[in-house]
């Protein structure tokens, strides 16, 4: 069964402060993964987006990397600002014999960032 | 948010009633997705939509039905057999085979459904 799987549930950091988001997925076959922030009452936004042979991809203060071996994702937040407040949600796409691309969610982590 | 509208916002329902949900986008994408979003879970898919006139059940469709007659609209109807129908609906959208939005997929701001 696809999974993807997104550590910590939530974290509280101090404006200014980096942090670093996990995501762990089994899916498969992969087909690429991507990084949303959703804010509260919002839809998710895309931050990044990577597929197998990529291993690193930036967006501003946002860096993503990914192992495809070991099936592992991280998300780093460089000097965090208020703003960056949001749930960030790991996705996972595959695709099927028929072409059909399934996308699995991770449950998001919650992030807040206070002054 | 893009360019998808979802209508409305906020919305009340009393138990026993239909109720329908409506997500337009002007992005010429393709495919629609309408997905529900539950504390505590990943979104999970209800319907989706590759082509007009043509859609396929998620992975939780039961008390749901949608229509695709515009390309630019994909309405959901939440029926009463929908057991638990409060959650945050969201729909999606992404782009044909081949082009630059075709990995990624593009959300409206969603609706809160909410039954009394």
């Known amino acids: 069964k696809n999974q993807v799987e997104q550590s910590p549930q939530s974290l509280i950091i101090l404006e200014g402060k980096n942090c670093t988001l996990q995501c762990n997925y089994t899916v498969s076959p992969f087909s690429n993964l991507r990084w949303y922030k959703q804010d509260t009452g919002r839809g998710p936004v895309s931050l990044t987006i990577m597929t197998f042979s990529e291993n690193t991809k930036s967006n501003g203060r946002y860096t993503a990397t990914l192992d495809a071996d070991t099936k592992q994702s991280s998300l780093h937040i460089t000097a965090s600002q208020l703003s960056d407040s949001a749930s960030y949600i790991c996705?996972?796409?595959?695709?099927?014999?028929?072409?059909?691309?399934?996308?699995?969610f991770g449950i998001g982590t919650k992030l807040q960032v206070i002054p | 948010d893009g360019g998808i509208t979802q209508s409305p916002k906020y919305l009340f329902r009393k138990e026993g009633q239909n109720v329908t949900l409506s997500c337009e986008q002007n992005l010429n994408h393709d495919a629609m997705y309408w997905y529900r979003q539950d504390p505590g879970q990943g979104l999970r898919l209800i319907y989706y939509s590759q082509i007009v006139n043509d859609f396929q059940k998620g992975d939780i469709a039961e008390g749901y039905s949608v229509s695709r007659e515009k390309k630019e609209s994909f309405p959901l109807t939440v029926t009463s057999a929908q057991k638990n129908p409060t959650a945050f609906y969201l729909c999606a959208t992404k782009g044909t085979s081949g082009s630059s939005s075709y990995n990624e997929q593009f959300f409206g701001p969603g609706t809160r459904l909410t039954v009394l």
């Open positions: 996705v996972v796409s595959s695709i099927n014999s028929g072409g059909y691309q399934k996308v699995t």
